[in-house]
């Protein structure tokens, strides 16, 4: 049985989040202009051996009405794309899961494709049925699940009509 390490106390720098906001900005940058051809594959933590895909979330403020775009690691499961709200198991939900609890109606782009979806929060069945392949996908998010003390949640993003805009 291996057990899961404590959270590294450097993860909780104030520092960090500064870093991640522009190194996301940079990644959906370029992640934009070359189609996904560069930023498409998550190569950091277990991604290093094991490349990830990535999408672009869009997501507008539930406060703020501002539209933001968030590089997500992600898995599909039929015609759903399935993302963890798991910010490297911090105690919070990260603010774009929160942003589309108040707006589930968005876009994501996978790629060179958009693609206009809607996203629910997996019931407790189908997260059981999902947390395995996303393990499977990127083993670093068990890691993450130990560290939190939230149970991270687990967002299915359907298909939706264009026509169905909200």
């Given amino acids: 049985m291996t057990t ?15 870093i991640f ?7 959906v ?3 934009r202009r070359t189609g996904g ?3 498409g594959k998550w190569r950091i933590g277990a991604g290093f051996r094991k490349p990830v895909p ?21 898995i599909t499961d039929g015609a759903d794309t399935i993302i963890v709200a798991s910010q490297g ?3 919070a939900n990260p603010q774009w899961y929160n942003n589309l609890r108040a707006h589930p109606n968005t876009r994501i782009q996978i790629r060179r494709d958009i693609h206009e979806v809607h996203a629910i929060t997996a019931n407790p069945q ?12 990127y083993a ?5 699940q130990a560290w939190a003390d939230r149970e991270i949640p687990v967002v299915i993003l359907r298909p939706r009509n264009p026509a169905d805009r909200a």
């Fill in 140 to 144: 670093d998010f068990d890691t993450y």
């Fill in 37 to 39: 051809r560069i930023g």
């Fill in 54 to 74: 990535t999408l672009l979330l869009e997501h507008r403020g539930r406060k703020s009405g501002t539209v933001y775009t968030t590089p997500l690691l992600y």
């Fill in 4 to 18: 899961t390490p404590p959270r590294p106390k450097q993860l909780d720098s104030p520092v960090l989040p500064k």
């Fill in 89 to 91: 198991g911090l105690p």
């Fill in 21 to 27: 906001k522009y190194v996301g900005r940079a990644q």
């Fill in 29 to 31: 940058w370029i992640y």
């Fill in 126 to 137: 189908d997260r059981a049925r999902l947390w395995p392949q996303l393990v499977a996908a």
